[in-house]
């Protein structure tokens, strides 16, 4: 939980903007933003993958097209063809 949301640049590792979150602590009752990096986020997301047979993680691959239904999603990558899911 951080009051504070930065965002850097990339390049020069300085930060570029704050936003302080307790400024809304009269608008809503929760003032903070909840985060977790990336890499955090997507290792407990692979860990619980792999309870499905079926389901395949591909890193860097490059989706050429998503469309979706109310019951699954399908796209394409370059590496698998057409994708259902």
């Known amino acids: 939980v951080e009051p504070l949301f930065r965002i850097w640049d990339n390049l020069t590792k300085q930060m570029i903007a704050e936003f302080d ?3 809304l602590k009269d ?4 003032p903070f933003a909840v985060q977790c990096e990336q890499h955090k986020l997507a290792g407990m997301a692979i860990e619980r993958l792999k ?4 389901a395949k993680v591909e890193f860097s691959a490059r989706v050429g097209s998503i469309s979706g239904e109310s019951t ?3 796209f394409t990558s370059a590496r698998s ?3 259902r899911a």
Do not use: I, W
């Not at 608008?27 to 929760?30: H, L, S």
């Open 81 to 83: 063809g057409v994708v």
């Open 21 to 23: 979150f307790r400024l």
């Open 27 to 30: 608008e809503t009752p929760y």
């Open 72 to 74: 699954r999603t399908d």
């Open 51 to 54: 309870a499905y047979p079926h």
